[in-house]
Nanobody, 114 residues
Framework: QVQLVESGGGLVQAGGSLRLSCAAS????????MGWYRQAPGKQRELVAL???????HYADSVKGRFAISRDNAKNTVDLQMNSLKPEDTAVYYC????????WGQGTQVTVSS
């Protein structure tokens, strides 16, 4: 069973930065896609950023220009650099991977204060 473990969440002021990291128990080169989703209280889980095995990247419109996803198959990690954070970015952030089935991490809390 593949495990995804997130780290790097926390409390930050608006305008600040955080870097989330997701470590996979299997080789990340095996996954078709890896990415980050988030879920705010009372809202549905939504896609934040996704990177394919070919390197194609997709960002949600709300984070374009502020967030950057990177995938390191040598380290079996996928990171999310978050800059210019806003209070509306507050959510639990989940690492995601897909190959034949979907895998989820346990989530890490990001709180942005105004």
């Amino acid at each position: 069973q593949v495990q995804l473990v997130e780290s790097g969440g926390g409390l930050v002021q608006a305008g600040g930065s955080l870097r989330l990291s997701c470590a996979a128990s299997a080789s990340t080169s095996n996954f078709d896609t890896m990415g980050w989703y988030r879920q705010a209280p009372g809202k549905q889980r939504e896609l934040v950023a996704l990177v394919s095995s070919s390197g194609t990247i997709h960002y949600a419109d709300s984070v374009k220009g502020r967030f950057a996803i990177s995938r390191d198959n040598a380290k079996n990690t996928v990171d999310l650099q978050m800059n210019s954070l806003k209070p509306e970015d507050t959510a639990v952030y989940y690492c995601n991977a897909f190959r034949l089935k979907t895998y989820w991490g346990q989530g890490t809390q990001v709180t942005v204060s105004s």
